[in-house]
């Protein structure tokens, strides 16, 4: 990984999360709209710790989407598959940061994107564009754009960061993280219980 890239680490699995793991989850929820076949990515649009966007993959509004179509829409014209690089213009869908950017409710300047992938070279300029200062991704995606963006973001003074938060840190959150205090909370302890029994043979 490039050393400009900061690398956050996961807080203890029982901790209260932190801002960038508590945005990180959303968008990372945010993704399960996405209404693409090949690929499932969120994003949310921070400013002064208070999300301004979010935004998930797939057809603009007024067309169908390629779950609505029962294709993939790239690869009917292309007949490649859809990694194939050589025509991205034919892609139906827009870009989980571009929809935040998009759709957002506040100026973006000086705000941090969150975003489950690491944004394509189309978003950066996007991104940069909007005077988005920092930029927290989860995974990294396409190798071919990689550099070409991230050169973008130094030339920027973009700050990226990766936090590559774990499944157990996830479900941590959600059901047993800063509980101890709490005298009522979302979930009972014989729920918890239920959750734990649950993912033993899984952990």
């Excluded at 960038?20 to 969120?42: M, N, P, Q, T």
């Excluded at 754009?145 to 499944?167: P, R, T």
């Excluded at 509980?179 to 993912?199: C, P, Q, T, Y």
């Amino acid at each position: 990984m490039d050393s400009y890239i900061k690398i956050i680490t996961e807080s203890a699995l029982e901790a209260r999360p932190t801002w960038d793991e508590y945005f990180l989850k959303i968008a990372i929820s945010i993704a399960s709209r996405a209404s693409c076949f090949k690929v499932h990515a969120g994003s949310v649009l921070v400013k002064d710790n208070r999300i301004i966007g979010t935004g998930y993959n797939g057809a603009p509004c007024g067309l169908k989407s390629c779950l609505e179509l029962g294709m993939c829409e790239k690869e009917k014209i292309t007949g490649k598959d859809y990694m194939d690089k050589s025509r991205p213009q034919t892609c139906r869908g827009m870009h989980s940061e571009t929809n935040a950017i998009s759709y957002s409710i506040r100026e973006t300047d000086g705000a941090t994107l969150y975003a489950t992938i690491f944004p394509c070279n189309d978003c950066t300029k996007h991104i940069i564009a909007n005077k988005i200062k920092r930029v927290v991704f989860k995974n990294f995606y396409n190798e071919n754009e990689y550099d070409v963006a991230l050169n973008k973001f130094k030339e920027a003074g973009v700050e990226v960061c990766n936090l590559n938060i774990s499944f157990k840190r996830l479900i941590a959150i959600d059901f047993f993280a800063a509980k101890e205090n709490a005298n009522f909370g979302i979930w009972k302890e014989d729920e918890r219980e239920e959750v734990r029994e649950f993912l033993s043979p899984h952990l």
